[in-house]
Structure formats: structure tokens, C-alpha cells
């Protein structure tokens, strides 16, 4: 269970957890820490009409639903759970996600997809041994439906080509790329080179850190749904 002091961080305070979840691994003080384990969770389901409530065990841990494109966090007790993924505010069960979460381990659980084609639900055993400690470390992940490929350029760069909806099931891309660490633009564009979304305040600029990159929303909405470049920061 979520402990009192264990409340559902924003997004922007996901990366202040992880970081002293990192310091208090390394800490040398001979006490050994509680165990503990992290779990950040995004919303990238294409809805105009409703957020994302989070239920664990049975017990909802969301105070408020979860918008779209959001990402909160908190850290959890060694254990297995359930988490149940639901409509904000409405007992409508889109998908549940039952798994072990070990002590000292960093996860990121993704809920994405469409109503009308089904909501998923994919986790992330982050492991972030083998990145870069010079250059900063990013990674794309494709939460807008639809047939075609996307390339994702930070700056004038390609640094990824022909990424599809929802590739990473499986495993697949799950490695982070090195580049340089600085403020930038992240821009996603089809394989005609026609732009998708853009995001000119990309703070890339944690050396030795890593970023989840993700494309969500709907193709061609123009409206509460419409694609966006979000931003989860491990650092």
C-alpha cells in the first residue's frame, strides 16, 4: 500500500523522487533504509472528456483523475499489486495491471490508447546502468495510434527514424541514445517530413541523466487531444 508519506507526486517532481530515491541507495550511513520501490505512472490515453484514476488493491490513491498527458509518481513497499486503471471520477475499469515490484527497482507504468480500440496498459523496468555520464540520454516512446512511422528530431538531428505506434511492446527500444545535454527543441514529423508536434522547451540538459520522450494524442485532432511532445525526466 501507499504509505503516508507516499503520496502521487506531478510530473514535474517525478525527477526531485527519483533522485532522492538514488541518494538514499548510495547513502553509506550504516542503517539500513526501508526497502522501498518507485512507480510513475502516465496518462497517455487520447480522451477529451476524461482523466485516469488509479486504484491499488481496490483502494484509489488518485485524489484528483490524472489528465491527459500528465505523469504522477510515488514511492511503494516491496510487493505485488494490482493496479486497476479507471475513468476519472466514473467505476469504468479500462485495463489492470498485476505485477511484482522489487525493492530499489525504478518503474514506469504507461496507460495509452483510444476508447474505441482499447486502453493498454505497458510497464518499464528502468535500468540505468549502461547510460551515458557525459552526454545526456533520451528515449522515444510512440503513444499516437495510427499505421505510419514518426522521426524524432532534438534539434536539426534525427535521432530516431520510423518508430511506430506502440512498438515498444515487447522490449523493443529500450535503450537510451546519448546526446548532448541542453535546452533544445523536440520535433516529430511523418515520413514526408511533414511536422506531427513540436516542443521548443525541451530541458534536455541533465548530463549523466535520462529522459522519456513520448509522442501522444490523436492524428490530425486539433483539439484538447491534438498530438503533443511530452517529457518525463529521470535525473
Same mark, same amino acid.
Given at each position: =500500500?501507499?504509505?503516508?508519506?507516499? /503520496? ?6 517525478? @525527477?526531485?523522487a ?6 538514499c541507495?548510495? !547513502?553509506?550511513?550504516?542503517t539500513? &533504509? ?6 510513475a505512472?502516465?496518462?497517455? *490515453?487520447?480522451?477529451p472528456t476524461?482523466?485516469? $484514476?488509479i ?7 488518485? &485524489?484528483? &483523475?490524472i489528465?491527459?498527458?500528465e505523469?504522477?509518481g510515488? /514511492?511503494?513497499?516491496?510487493?505485488? +499489486?494490482k493496479? $486497476? ?6 467505476d469504468s ?5 498485476? @505485477? ?5 527497482? %525504478?518503474?514506469?507504468? #504507461?496507460?495509452y490508447?483510444e476508447?474505441s480500440t482499447?486502453?493498454?496498459?505497458? /510497464? ?5 546502468e549502461n547510460?551515458? /555520464?557525459?552526454k ?7 503513444l499516437m495510434?495510427g499505421?505510419?512511422?514518426?522521426d524524432?528530431f532534438?534539434?536539426a !538531428?534525427?535521432i ?6 506502440? $512498438?515498444? #511492446?515487447?522490449g523493443?527500444?529500450?535503450q537510451?541514445?546519448a546526446v548532448? @545535454?541542453?535546452n ?11 511536422q506531427i508536434?513540436?516542443?521548443?522547451d525541451?530541458?534536455?540538459t @541533465?548530463?549523466?541523466?535520462?529522459? !522519456?520522450? +513520448?509522442? =501522444?494524442g490523436?492524428? $490530425?485532432?486539433?483539439?484538447v487531444t491534438?498530438? *503533443?511532445i511530452k517529457v518525463?525526466? %529521470?535525473?
Amino acid at each position: =500500500m501507499v504509505t503516508k508519506k507516499s /503520496r502521487l507526486w506531478a510530473l514535474a517532481a517525478v @525527477a526531485v523522487a527519483i533522485t532522492g530515491f538514488s541518494s538514499c541507495l548510495k !547513502n553509506s550511513d550504516p542503517t539500513p &533504509p526501508e526497502p522501498q520501490t518507485l512507480i510513475a505512472f502516465v496518462n497517455g *490515453v487520447a480522451s477529451p472528456t476524461y482523466g485516469l $484514476d488509479i486504484f491499488q488493491e481496490g483502494q484509489k490513491i488518485t &485524489p484528483t &483523475p490524472i489528465a491527459f498527458g500528465e505523469a504522477v509518481g510515488a /514511492r511503494f513497499k516491496p510487493d505485488r +499489486y494490482k493496479f $486497476d486503471f479507471k475513468k476519472g471520477g466514473v467505476d469504468s475499469l479500462l485495463n489492470t495491471l498485476t @505485477a511484482t515490484y522489487d525493492t530499489s527497482a %525504478y518503474n514506469t507504468v #504507461v496507460v495509452y490508447g483510444e476508447q474505441s480500440t482499447g486502453i493498454e496498459v505497458h /510497464r518499464i523496468l528502468e535500468n540505468f546502468e549502461n547510460i551515458s /555520464r557525459t552526454k545526456t540520454n533520451v528515449r522515444f516512446y510512440n503513444l499516437m495510434s495510427g499505421p505510419d512511422g514518426v522521426d524524432v528530431f532534438i534539434g536539426a !538531428n534525427k535521432i530516431f527514424a520510423s518508430r511506430y505506434y506502440a $512498438d515498444f #511492446v515487447g522490449g523493443g527500444y529500450s535503450q537510451f541514445e546519448a546526446v548532448d @545535454a541542453g535546452n533544445t527543441t523536440v520535433t516529430v514529423k511523418d515520413a514526408a517530413g511533414t511536422q506531427i508536434a513540436t516542443k521548443g522547451d525541451a530541458a534536455l540538459t @541533465a548530463v549523466g541523466g535520462a529522459y !522519456n520522450i +513520448y509522442l =501522444m494524442g490523436q492524428k $490530425d485532432s486539433t483539439g484538447v487531444t491534438k498530438p *503533443v511532445i511530452k517529457v518525463i525526466t %529521470y535525473q
